[in-house]
Nanobody, 125 residues
Framework: QVQLVESGGGLVQAGGSLRLSCAAS????????MGWFRQAPEKEREFVAA????????YIADSVKGRFTISRDNAKNTVYLQMNSLKPEDTDVYYC??????????????????WGQGTQVTVSS
């Protein structure tokens, strides 16, 4: 069992930066592929970024490529999402997710079996 807790969301002006953190419980964090997704009200959850257990393989959505970076610190049981050059369309609730089902970073929500509660990111124009 893994529990995920996101933090770092907030209100930022367009062009600004935020760093989201996702702290995981449990001693097997390093076994999990980790991902970030986002969701607006009445919309489907959208893939943002994912990375492998050792952080060497990443998968970034085209919509945020070049602006967002995903990383992890297995010693701290934490995964990060660094978001730069934020745009109003990045406004969403951001969710952290963990997967024991896949070995490589995945963009599909059904590959993830643990989810955090989400953190709100609001980008003003």
């Amino acid at each position: 069992q893994v529990q995920l807790v996101e933090s770092g969301g907030g209100l930022v002006q367009a062009g600004g930066s935020l760093r989201l953190s996702c702290a995981a419980s449990g001693r097997t964090f390093s076994n999990y592929v980790m991902g970030w997704f986002r969701q607006a009200p009445e919309k489907e959850r959208e893939f943002v970024a994912a990375l492998s257990w050792n952080g060497r393989q990443t998968y970034i959505a085209d919509s945020v490529k070049g602006r967002f970076t995903i990383s992890r610190d297995n010693a701290k049981n934490t995964v990060y999402l660094q978001m730069n050059s934020l745009k109003p369309e990045d406004t969403d609730v951001y969710y952290c997710a963990a997967s024991r089902f896949v070995l490589l970073p995945s963009r599909y929500t059904y590959d993830y079996n643990y989810w955090g509660q989400g953190t709100q990111v609001t980008v003003s124009s």
